[in-house]
């Protein structure tokens, strides 16, 4: 019995030691100190599909997130809206089909003017015809240097194996 014991207290010792691979304990201190994400709830929700592919759904949630998609021949399109950290409310819109994916929004970011206009580059079907010679000259033919054949005689050397 005095021997389980030591070794319970030899093994315990070593676990408590070691660092293990858990997450450090800064890390487990800010989890315990972050509170827990609040559970949110949906208040409607909707969905269906046809026997050709074809879907629809839509929800809303109680934080104001709503999203509903349709799909048909190929083609999706869809919306999704929700409150910004400074209660803005964003929507964006979409289609995606055999163009690509589109997406339309207020928030979404937008190229910035350039400040100079293109330059108009004059075209070329005005221009007098040109006629374009090619021309191609194969390199001059150099003579073949021949190099006399050299004996070639293998050698084989055998040793006897023994077992």
């Keep these: 019995m005095k021997m389980f014991v030591a070794l319970f207290a030899v093994v315990a010792a070593a676990a408590a030691g070691s660092p293990g691979y858990g ?4 890390v487990r201190a800010a989890a315990a100190a972050a509170s827990p994400l609040p ?5 409607e929700s909707e969905s269906h599909s046809d026997d050709q592919g074809g879907y629809g759904f839509r929800f809303l949630s109680e934080d104001d997130i709503e999203r509903q998609e349709q799909s048909a021949d ?7 809206s929700y409150r910004a950290p400074d209660g803005r409310l964003i929507s964006v819109r ?12 207020d928030a979404l970011p937008t190229p910035v003017p350039t400040e100079y206009p293109t330059p108009q580059v004059p075209s070329t079907e005005a221009a007098p015809s040109v006629r374009t010679v090619q021309q191609y000259s194969a390199p001059a ?19 006897a194996v023994s077992q």
Excluded: D, H, K
């Excluded at 559970?39 to 208040?43: D, G, H, P």
């Excluded at 190929?74 to 999704?80: D, P, Q």
């Design 141 to 159: 033919e150099r003579p073949a240097v021949r190099q006399p054949a050299v004996e070639y005689e293998p050698v084989y050397g055998y040793r």
């Design 39 to 43: 559970l949110v709830r949906i208040l």
């Design 23 to 26: 997450p450090t304990p800064a």
């Design 74 to 80: 190929g083609t999706v399109t869809g919306s999704y």
């Design 94 to 105: 979409y289609v995606a089909n055999a163009l690509g994916f589109r997406a339309e929004s």
